[in-house]
């Protein structure tokens, strides 16, 4: 039995998903907060969907996700 998957076809310079963050070793990173907020929300047109980031005073890793594939059918 072969299962449909509702697919979307994109154009080369469709943006899609992105990453940021930043490692330092120098100063608390998490005292950053709102400045790394601010640049995960630059991404917002590359990944609406789904979001998520990692804080420590080390290191922030944050992404946007859009999903190519519906979500909730996989």
Not at 13 to 19: K, N, S
Not at 51 to 71: C, P
Request: aromatic share 12%; hydrophobic share 30%; proline share 1%.
């Amino acid at each position: 039995m072969q299962h449909e998957r509702n697919t979307v076809k994109l154009q080369w310079g469709d943006d899609m998903c992105g990453i940021c963050g930043q490692i330092s070793f120098y100063r608390n990173l998490e005292e950053y907060k709102e400045y790394f907020y601010n640049m995960q929300n630059k991404l917002i047109s590359r990944g609406p969907d789904q979001h998520g980031e990692y804080f420590s005073s080390d290191a922030v890793l944050m992404h946007r996700r859009l999903a190519v594939i519906d979500i909730e059918r996989g």
